[in-house]
């Protein structure tokens, strides 16, 4: 029997470690990012400061959700070059879209996450480093900083799998245990021959139809 071939790794994009300025948004989250999903400018925005022009990482306050259409959020958030985003929680909609998109959602303690912006607010400009692989943040002057994240949402984004990707990876097994399945009751997959044909329908004149 012709098996399904295993993936290794995905086709879409992938994030294992990722060195990049971090920028420091303010608690209203909505406006300071408005530009960058409508395309125009803000000159009072984080994002529009010369100096974060380039961020790649955003560090953000709770529940970052970017509105209320989370793809084009993502999507405009990657086009920008932004491949992380650290809050103390993320609305769900907008951390499965991420991981979708190869968008880094790191979760970490409001604590952590004002020690951090306080060193980045002294320090404009200064880069992070988010490691997947080790699950650390490094930023200099400070001690790195662990994070955890699902164990399958870490394989998905360090192997650049979407959901039919991770379907397949697991497809010799699925076959393996319906072979097993199959030689240990084979009654389950077998019922379909012992189902009688439906019944000829027969008109009063005798003839069938």
Do not use: C
Request: without cysteine; hydrophobic residues 35%; proline residues 8%.
């Amino acid at each position: 029997m012709r098996r399904l071939p295993t993936v290794t790794r995905g086709s879409g994009p992938r994030f294992v470690r990722h060195t990049g300025v971090v920028a420091p948004l303010p608690i209203d989250v909505d406006s300071a990012i408005r530009h960058v999903l409508d395309g125009s400018e803000d000159p009072d925005s984080v994002l529009d400061q010369e100096i974060y022009r380039d961020a790649s990482i955003l560090l953000a306050g709770e529940d970052f959700d970017a509105g209320d259409t989370p793809v084009s959020a993502v999507t405009r958030l990657a086009a920008r070059g932004i491949r992380s985003v650290i809050a103390p929680g993320f609305e769900p909609a907008f951390y499965n879209d991420s991981v979708a998109f190869g968008l880094l959602p790191v979760t970490l303690g409001e604590d952590e996450i004002e020690k951090i912006a306080d060193r980045v607010v002294l320090n404009p400009g200064v880069e992070m480093t988010v490691d997947l692989e080790r699950q650390v943040i490094e930023i200099s002057d400070m001690e790195p900083i662990s994070f955890s994240i699902d164990p399958r949402t870490r394989t998905k984004l360090l192997q650049g799998l979407n959901d039919l990707d991770e379907m397949l990876q697991h497809s010799e097994n699925v076959v393996a245990f319906r072979d097993h399945d199959r030689n240990r009751r084979p009654w389950v997959y077998d019922w379909r021959d012992e189902v009688p044909p439906p019944a000829t329908l027969t008109s009063r004149d005798g003839e069938k139809q």
